[in-house]
């Protein structure tokens, strides 16, 4: 089956920095998402974004299906976007590995 | 617009019981998927539904079994529970149309087996 890889799998900010999270999957997808999961488990849709380029106030996501990878940029961090963010490459479904990110004030 | 909602929230049971977890989908939504999320790691796809017909399967065995409705609300019955099983289980709902695939996360149900 398909396998999807993120990185960095652990992240470190300061507050006001800005990141990229890489998600890299090993064969061609229809459809790609991006969540955010919160320290409850609750996931958050951050983005559908099976190729081209979102945003989203201080998030955007790039998908670039021919080479196989999508970014997610966090610009301006704060505390409350820690937490694990995962992509999900479709059709059967597969959740990459996260990156678990903590914003220190 | 009414999101995807989970049953019960905690569950603790004992290794060989059988437990029934639910979940209704979000309005409009006609597929559902369920996830095992197991401590630290990624959601594990188990299988999908779509027309109260299983429309897909991950590397789960055959004790793992689900239902849908006709008003699209699901089931995941697990049967013979064992210690691994303890995570949390995810459902997702979606609305199946033309290259469409954007699902919608439940709250969870956290799962423990003793």
């Known amino acids: 089956g398909i396998q999807v890889e993120q990185s960095p799998p652990d992240l470190i900010l300061q507050e006001g920095a800005n990141s990229t999270l890489r998600c890299n999957f090993s064969?061609?997808?229809?459809?790609l998402q991006w969540f955010h999961q919160n320290p409850w488990g609750q996931l958050i849709n951050l983005f559908y974004?099976?190729?081209g380029t979102k945003q989203n106030g201080r998030l955007s996501a790039t998908t670039v299906a021919t080479e196989r990878y999508s970014l997610l940029y966090i610009s301006s961090s704060q505390t409350t976007d820690s937490g694990v963010y995962f992509c999900?490459?479709?059709?059967?479904?597969?959740f990459g590995t996260g990156t678990k990110l903590q914003v220190i004030p | 617009e009414t999101g995807v909602t989970q049953s019960p929230t905690h569950l603790i049971k004992t290794r060989g019981q059988q437990v029934t977890l639910r979940c209704s989908s979000q309005?409009?939504?006609?597929?559902v998927s369920w996830y095992q999320q197991a401590l630290g790691q990624g959601p594990q796809f188990i299988f999908q539904?779509?027309?109260?017909?299983?429309?897909g399967r991950g590397n789960f065995p055959p004790r793992f079994s689900g239902l849908q409705f006709p008003n699209y609300s699901s089931e995941l019955n697990v049967n013979a529970l064992e210690l691994d099983d303890s995570a949390l289980y995810l459902c997702?709902?979606?609305?199946?149309?033309?290259?469409?695939?954007?699902?919608?996360f439940g709250p969870g149900t956290r799962l423990t087996v003793l």
């Open positions: 997702a709902s979606s609305r199946a149309a033309s290259g469409s695939y954007e699902q919608f």
């Open positions: 064969d061609s997808v229809n459809n």
């Open positions: 974004i099976p190729s």
């Open positions: 999900a490459a479709y059709q059967k479904v597969t």
């Open positions: 309005s409009g939504h006609n597929t």
């Open positions: 539904y779509y027309r109260e017909e299983e429309n």
